[in-house]
């Protein structure tokens, strides 16, 4: 059984390029959630979705940022115009379902490295 | 707002050398506490999780945790550590009343030296 699949693993962009970062949750979870971690940083929470739905995005930047989990695919974290401040590595974690544990255990991608330059 | 820390952000330590990394939160509520463990080049893997019950938790490789409501706090143990234990290790809270996002402290490196 795969584990959660992250895609790529390493993105380097220029500043004022979009990056699309992709997320394939393991089989049998419905639920997908994206994290940011900063250099020196511990994980920050950015959103939280359902398939075709976003659940909490309390954590996003208001802009340039966005999020989608399909019917069909993967989620992708969507980040336009990148600033060298989007440098960092973005994790996705999944779970089989959201208020009942222990189903609700988080699993997580190996992560994509996002280098602006 | 709600927070997590963990109190060392750098630990050195020899082998055999007993482990323990202390992890504090700031909420009132219902809480699911996990530790996760990032070694080097790889992706966070779950140490433990408490989510009732007995308050002291036994993980994977021998590391164990607990729960102390009263201090709002979830302290990592390992007794007697190895040069594989070389480390980020990473304290989290799930404030049920929140959903299901997780909240993570600042992370501590362990260095294990042989």
């Known amino acids: 059984n795969a584990g959660v699949m992250q895609n790529p693993r390493h993105l380097v962009r220029r500043r004022g390029q979009e990056a699309r970062l992709r997320c394939s949750p393991m089989k049998g979870h419905s639920h997908v959630y994206w994290y940011r971690q900063l250099p020196e940083e511990g994980l920050k929470f950015m959103v939280y979705?359902?398939?075709?739905?976003?659940?909490?995005e309390s954590g996003m930047p208001k802009e340039r940022f966005s999020a989608e989990f399909p019917k069909e695919g993967p989620s992708i974290l969507r980040i336009q115009q990148v600033v060298r401040g989007d440098s960092a590595a973005y994790f996705c974690?999944?779970?089989?379902?959201?208020?009942?544990?222990?189903?609700?255990?988080?699993?997580f991608g190996p992560g994509t490295r996002l280098t602006v330059l | 707002a709600q927070s997590v820390s963990q109190h060392n952000h750098h630990v050195i330590l020899s082998e055999a050398a007993s482990l323990e990394l202390g992890c504090n939160y700031s909420y009132g509520g219902t809480v699911n506490l996990f530790w996760y463990v990032q070694y080097p080049g790889q992706h966070l893997q779950l140490l433990l999780k408490y989510f009732s019950g007995d308050p002291l938790v036994k993980g994977i490789k021998g590391f164990e945790a607990e729960f102390i409501k009263s201090k709002f706090s979830f302290n990592l143990r390992k007794p007697s550590v190895q040069w594989s234990d070389t480390a980020e290790y990473f304290c989290a809270v799930n404030l049920k009343a929140a959903g299901n996002k997780l909240t993570f402290g600042g992370g501590t490196r362990v260095l294990v030296k042989p």
């Open positions: 979705l359902q398939k075709e739905n976003i659940i909490d």
């Open positions: 974690a999944s779970s089989r379902l959201a208020d009942t544990p222990p189903y609700n255990e988080q699993f």
